[in-house]
């Protein structure tokens, strides 16, 4: 999507400029012991358009640059776009990049059931889940969780002072 022919635009460098311009601000004025996370779209599913091996490149960059953990969700900007919709299936772009640069990964993405979150973690294709769609629609999402993992969980003690 990004057509700029001026500093902002075209080659690889001129199109993370901005994003690096911005960290940068960032970084002069939050303490360093602050995670910082940037969410990227790492492809945006269309011939010619960003793709899984310019986010790879860009997840090195910013790796260096001090930035704790990537975000890794996918497109939704063109018309032309294909995507392969389905359970958890922007996961392996959180894998691959995580696998090439050592970076800390979330996964986003249709992951809707705790087992799935879990299986994810445990075989290390990221290391944190994202979720907002899913707690939408289920708020009790994370207790629902703990019981089919089989944690206990504690109820906050604002909710135990409404027990009459």
């Known amino acids: 999507s990004n057509i700029r022919k001026d500093e902002y635009g075209g080659v690889f460098e001129n199109r993370i400029r901005l994003l690096l311009q911005v960290i940068e601000q960032i970084q002069s004025v939050v303490p360093d012991e602050i995670p910082l996370l940037v969410r990227i779209s790492a492809t945006d599913w269309v011939d010619g358009g960003w793709n899984p091996e310019e986010s790879v490149r860009l997840s090195g960059i910013l790796k260096s640059k001090g930035i704790d953990v990537m975000d890794i969700s996918s497109g939704g900007l063109s018309p032309l776009q294909k995507i392969p919709v389905g359970p958890a299936y922007q996961t392996p772009l959180a894998a ?4 090439q640069t050592g970076i800390l990964t979330s996964a986003v993405g249709l992951i809707t059931d705790a087992t799935q979150a879990e299986s994810i973690l445990m075989t290390e294709q990221a290391d944190l889940i994202m979720m907002a769609r899913e707690l939408l629609r289920d708020p009790y999402f994370p207790l629902r969780a703990a019981h089919e993992l089989k944690d206990k969980v504690e ?4 909710y135990d002072r409404a027990h009459f």
């Open 96 to 99: 691959e990049i995580k696998r």
């Open 155 to 158: 109820w906050p003690r604002q």
